[in-house]
């Protein structure tokens, strides 16, 4: 889920009330903490982590955010 759209049911402080499938208590987490990292980052050629595409997605979930703003 993007970012954008986790920041419009946040708090003051960025946080998201959450309950684990796991743990029958919910709690609050920073919206940060839910977003999954380095979802589109692949091995280059050279075995190295390239990121390319996570800066052009990171681009257009920005522009998609500011047009979205309530």
């Known amino acids: 889920m ?3 759209y986790l920041r419009r049911f946040a ?5 998201l009330w959450v309950r684990d499938r796991r743990s029958p ?10 977003a999954i990292r380095d979802f589109y980052t692949f091995q280059n050629i050279h075995g190295e982590p390239d990121g390319r595409m ?12 500011a047009r979205c703003v309530a």
């Open 2 to 4: 993007p970012a954008f």
């Open 11 to 15: 708090n003051s402080q960025n946080q």
């Open 25 to 34: 208590t919910p709690g609050l987490r920073k919206e940060t903490d839910l």
């Open 54 to 65: 996570e800066l052009v997605l990171q681009k257009v979930e920005d522009n998609a955010g």
